[in-house]
């Protein structure tokens, strides 16, 4: 059975100025355990779509169901993970891991145990009681992730997690975070600009259009034939820029009608 379901979904933006659809008429179904990108024009409704699917925002037409279930407010099933880690400044890395657990009301030592084996499993052990501004961007980061793993989602939405930090460390956390959500066994739906991040982290790839966006491709992305190669390792795939040649056309085409 499929784990995200959207069927014939819309969404428009009221203001008191104008009416803005964002997207129309959007179907898709994700099973457990995939991994899906989400690329798009800037401003095409990407962050609209994970909104919809966390429960945050509702579809002006259309449904979104969870685990067959329908979605009507924000549930513990969906954890997100955004740009910019919003890391509390004055909180120190354990404090800060348990920032979701206390707005959930959970077992706050239940919820220690669990962020101080995470932190020693990747990578973070000994900084419990660093404060955020001892870390570089990209521990910084991982400590979001591990934030959100707290609260034991089963569906991680990742908007533009990697898009403020420098190239370099942009590759070794999308490997990182790569291998945490495989471990971890999550669903993860991520939206980025990065086509090669998109295509080398993903089992799938969703190309979304100009606004008011639908899906306008799905690319089926098998690369590594289920070897388990790392993002980095599936940039050298043979194919790889195939689907890179694929997807840029698609989009520049989208940006050039977009007027
Ligand atoms: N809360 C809101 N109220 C009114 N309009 C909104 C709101 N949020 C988004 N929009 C509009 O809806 C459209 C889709 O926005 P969305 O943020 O989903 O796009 P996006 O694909 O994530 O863009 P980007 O690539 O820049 O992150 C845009 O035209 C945006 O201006
Ligand atoms: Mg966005």
């Known amino acids: 059975m499929a784990q995200i379901e959207l069927h014939d979904v819309c969404l428009s933006y009221f203001t008191l100025k ?22 798009g024009p800037s401003g095409c409704g990407k962050s609209t779509m994970l909104s919809l699917i966390s429960g945050m925002y509702k579809p002006t037409k259309g449904t979104v169901l969870i685990d067959g279930q329908q979605v009507s407010g924000t549930s513990p099933k969906v954890g997100y993970m955004l740009q910019h880690d919003h890391l509390f ?9 348990l920032v979701g657990a206390e707005i ?36 910084r980061q991982r ?3 591990i934030r959100t793993l707290v609260t034991e989602p089963d569906i991680l939405l990742l908007d533009e997690p990697f898009s403020a930090l420098d190239y370099q460390t942009r590759l070794t956390l999308a490997d990182e975070i790569f291998s945490i959500i ?17 295509i080398s982290m993903a089992d799938r790839v969703l190309v979304m259009s100009k606004r008011p966006s639908t899906i306008s491709s799905v690319y089926k992305i098998e690369l590594d034939e289920g070897t388990g190669l790392s993002p980095w390792k599936k ?16 989009l520049e085409g989208h940006v050039v009608t977009a007027g």
């Open 18 to 39: 104008q009416e803005t659809e964002a997207i129309r008429d959007i179907n898709m179904s994700i099973a457990a355990g995939e991994f899906i990108s989400i690329v």
């Open 89 to 97: 400044e004055w909180r120190d890395i354990l404090s800060n891991l």
């Open 104 to 139: 959930r009301k959970m077992d706050l030592r239940q919820a220690e145990r669990k962020a101080m084996e995470l932190m020693e499993r990747y990578g973070l052990g000994g900084f419990a009681h660093h404060s955020p501004a001892q870390l570089s961007g990209g521990m």
């Open 143 to 145: 400590v979001a992730l």
């Open 182 to 198: 495989k471990d971890q066994g999550k669903t993860a739906i991520l939206v980025t600009h990065d086509i090669s991040e998109a």
């Open 235 to 250: 940039r050298e795939a043979s194919r790889y820029n195939d689907y890179f040649n694929h997807i840029w056309r698609e």
